[in-house]
Every structure is written in structure tokens, then in C-alpha cells.
């Protein structure tokens, strides 16, 4: 009986603890809450002119280094250009020739206002006038991309072609840089006159407003000068009417006649 008791008890056991785990495992999970990883914000790209061609001056030196890249690779593609080889009429390979030195000279005049430039990025006349040497560079670059694609390598002027595109994009941010440099001068400018027309508005009222005082005036006396004569003249009037004897003696009327 203690044996069928003790054997009662360990199964009334067990199905306690089964119908536990079950009711355990009938329960959802409990959620657990990710963890958010903290993104940094990636590193801020080159900008590009914004839409009124604002530029800071580090943005301006990285666009000046950008042209100078430019340069350089028109530079080493010149070297790979060889127009004796070319089967061409004289007068054609001496144009082309004429064009390559050309080229060659407004690269070096670009790099000596990029350079000016980029030691003082907000000088607007240095802006323009490296606008305006990229834009005598481009007419040349595109003759010698189309000859060389046609008398060299069709490789080689495409690379030329690139380059020319690059540099126009170039040009054009340069430009709207330059346009930016010119509207905020104007506007600093306009700003200074109407300054100043309101302050001569302010000053020309105070004038009006303030009334006058009479202010004495020294008594001058004033000394009626004859006609001045010249030395000669007034000898020459002597000489013509000589004074009578009468005139000269003194007492000559009051001596006794004879």
C-alpha cells in the first residue's frame, strides 16, 4: 500500500509539472528590442555651385584643382599626337600644327590665372579671366579631338573629347561663381548709395531746419587809384609840355618891372 501510494504521488507529480511546461510553452515569446546603431552622416561630397553660384573659398580651390587635372591630362594626350605621320596635305598638317601651338600656349596662359586664383579666390577679375582662358582653350581642343580621331586614333580623340567636356563643366560652375562675385559687388554697391542718399537727404533738412544769423562785415575803406603809367610814358609827357620859367622861379611875379 506504501508502495502503490508513493507510486500515486510521483504520477500526480509529473503531470503537475508537464501541464506547467505546457502552459509555459503555450506562452509567447517575450520581444526583445533591437538595438539601434547610431549612423554618422556620410562625409559631405564636393558641392557643386548652388543655384545662385555661391561658392566657399575651399570649394573654389577644389574646382581649380579639378581644371588643373584637366590640364594635365591634355597635356600628357599632346604627347601622343604625332602629325608628321599624318598623310596630309602640307597646307592642312601646317593649320593643324599652328592649331597644337595655339592649344599648348592657352593651356599655359589658363594655368597662370588658375594659379592666381587659387591664392585669392574671391578676386573677380581673376575669376573672369580664368573663364575666359578656358573658353579660348575650347574652340582648339575640339579641332585637334576631331583630327586626331580621324588621322591618329579614334581612342585618343575621344579622350580628347572627354576632357574638353570636363573642362566645359568646369567653365560653366566657374562662371556661375563669377556671376555670384558680380551680383553680391552690385548689391554692396547699391547699398552704399542709397547710405548715402539718405544721409545727404538727413543733412540738407538740418541745413533748412537751422536759420541763418547775420554776421557783421568789417568797414573796409577804399583808396580811388589813378591810371598807372609806364616809365617811358610819363618821361615822354614831360619832354612834350616842358614847365614855363614862371613856373619854375619862385617869386618871379612878385619882382619890380624895369
Known amino acids: 500500500m506504501r508502495f502503490l501510494a508513493m507510486l500515486a504521488a510521483i504520477f500526480l507529480w509529473n503531470g503537475v509539472a508537464g501541464g506547467q511546461e505546457a502552459r509555459q510553452g503555450s506562452q509567447p515569446p517575450t520581444a526583445t528590442v533591437p538595438q539601434t546603431e547610431a549612423v554618422s552622416a556620410p562625409p559631405a561630397a564636393p558641392a557643386a555651385a548652388s543655384g545662385d553660384g555661391y561658392l566657399t573659398a575651399a570649394q573654389v580651390k ?3 584643382q579639378e581644371v588643373w587635372l584637366v590640364e594635365y591630362r591634355i597635356s600628357d594626350l599632346l604627347t601622343e599626337v604625332h602629325p608628321p605621320r599624318w598623310k596630309l596635305a602640307e597646307a592642312r598638317r601646317s593649320f593643324f600644327q599652328q592649331t597644337l601651338e595655339m592649344l599648348r600656349a592657352q593651356l599655359l596662359a589658363l594655368e597662370g590665372w588658375r594659379a592666381q586664383l587659387d591664392a585669392r579666390p574671391e578676386n573677380i577679375y581673376l575669376g573672369y579671366m580664368t573663364y575666359a582662358a578656358v573658353d579660348a582653350v575650347l574652340p582648339h581642343l ?8 580621324q588621322h591618329e586614333n ?4 575621344a579622350q ?3 576632357a574638353g567636356l570636363q573642362l566645359y563643366d568646369l567653365q560653366r560652375t566657374l562662371g ?3 556671376g555670384s562675385l558680380l551680383r553680391n559687388q552690385d548689391q554692396v554697391i547699391q547699398a552704399m548709395q542709397n547710405n548715402l542718399a539718405a544721409c545727404q ?3 540738407g533738412y538740418a541745413l533748412r531746419a537751422r536759420p541763418a544769423t547775420a554776421k557783421p562785415v568789417k568797414n573796409v575803406i577804399t583808396r580811388a587809384q589813378g591810371r598807372r603809367q609806364s616809365p617811358r610814358a610819363s618821361g615822354n609827357a614831360s ?3 616842358p614847365t614855363p620859367k614862371s613856373a619854375t622861379s619862385p617869386g618871379a611875379e612878385l619882382a619890380p618891372k624895369k
Open 142 to 149: 575640339d579641332v585637334v579631338a576631331r583630327s586626331v580621331s
Open 160 to 162: 580628347f573629347g572627354q
Open 62 to 64: 577644389e574646382l581649380l
Open 176 to 178: 556661375l561663381y563669377v
Open 154 to 157: 579614334a581612342s585618343l580623340g
Open 201 to 203: 537727404s538727413e543733412l
Open 239 to 241: 619832354r612834350a609840355a
